[in-house]
């Protein structure tokens, strides 16, 4: 059964930096298209950033230049690098792994950024 654990958000100031985490359980990472999405309250779920399983990366306007998405094949696992954060980030935070017609999901971590 594959899972995967979201962690590393929270609160944080204006200008400042979190790094999110996902690890996967019960597959490898390096068989599936992996991203990151958010959806603010409100709001519909949007992609954030996104890495192939060859490596390519694609990144959202509104984050490209200030997010960076990696994975870390032995630790199984897919960061999401968020600096210069901006209020407008806010959201709950989801991990997605892809593969042809298979999406899942992680259970999604909180970023919040207030002064």
């Known amino acids: 059964q594959v899972q995967l654990v979201e962690s590393g958000g929270g609160l944080v100031r204006p200008g400042g930096s979190l790094r999110l985490s996902c690890v996967a359980s019960g597959t490898l990472i390096y068989i599936w298209d992996m991203g990151w999405f958010r959806q603010a309250p409100g709001k519909q779920r949007e992609l954030v950033a996104s890495?192939?399983?060859?490596?390519?990366?694609k990144y959202s306007d509104s984050v490209r230049g200030r997010f960076t998405i990696s994975k870390d094949i032995p630790k199984n696992t897919v960061y999401l690098q968020m600096s210069s954060l901006e209020f407008e980030d806010t959201a709950d935070y989801y991990c997605n792994a892809s593969f042809l017609s298979t999406n899942r999901w992680g259970q999604g971590t909180q970023v919040t950024v207030s002064s």
């Open positions: 890495i192939t399983r060859t490596n390519s990366t």
